[in-house]
């Protein structure tokens, strides 16, 4: 196991694949950073940048909202859903409009940290949750 080659294609089921193969791994070595390098040239440093940084997953009791969040270059913060969307200005330009690449280097680092178990997970009360989303809009 533990073969990245065969995650060859960036299918629906890539990054489940993705997750899979990491969180066996059980952590960030050369083989897995030399395949973020092969697999994503242009983004496979920026990927362990991302990691530095730290991948945030916001728990919002009682109601068990999860948010992730993670802190861009110049310490922007940007909202994942996992797998799906990141509100970073990359994952718009080149994965909705051009379709250049189908996923942003932050919704990567989100499944590596959260494979790997190396995201920092804080509980807030429901009521900041809505204090965040005004936030996060002012931002745009």
Same mark, same amino acid.
């Given at each position: !196991? ?9 299918? &629906?089921?890539?990054?489940? /694949?993705? +997750?899979?193969? $990491?969180?066996?791994? %059980? ?10 390098? &092969?697999?994503?040239?242009?983004? %496979?440093?920026? $990927?362990?940048?991302?990691? #530095? *940084?730290?991948? !945030? ?7 068990? *909202?999860?948010?992730? !969040?993670? #802190?861009?270059?110049?310490? =922007? *913060? ?7 969307? @990141?509100? @970073? /200005? &990359?994952?718009? =330009? ?23 178990? $190396?995201? $920092?997970?804080?509980? #807030?009360?429901?009521?900041? +949750?809505? !204090?965040?989303?005004? *936030?996060? #809009?002012?931002?745009?």
């Amino acid at each position: !196991m533990n073969d990245f080659s065969r995650l060859k294609n960036m299918s &629906d089921e890539y990054l489940e /694949q993705l +997750f899979s193969e $990491i969180k066996e791994i %059980g952590q960030l070595n050369t083989n897995l950073i030399r395949y973020l390098e &092969d697999t994503f040239p242009e983004q %496979g440093e920026k $990927i362990i940048e991302v990691l #530095k *940084r730290k991948v !945030m997953k916001y728990i919002y009791l009682p109601s068990g *909202r999860v948010i992730w !969040m993670i #802190k861009g270059e110049k310490q =922007k *913060r940007y909202l994942l859903y996992p797998k799906i969307f @990141c509100s @970073c /200005q &990359d994952f718009y =330009k080149n994965t909705v409009i051009k379709k250049t690449r189908p996923y942003c280097k932050h919704i990567i680092a989100q499944i590596i940290s959260e494979a790997l178990q $190396i995201f $920092i997970e804080k509980e #807030k009360e429901d009521e900041k +949750f809505n !204090m965040l989303i005004k *936030r996060l #809009k002012s931002e745009f």
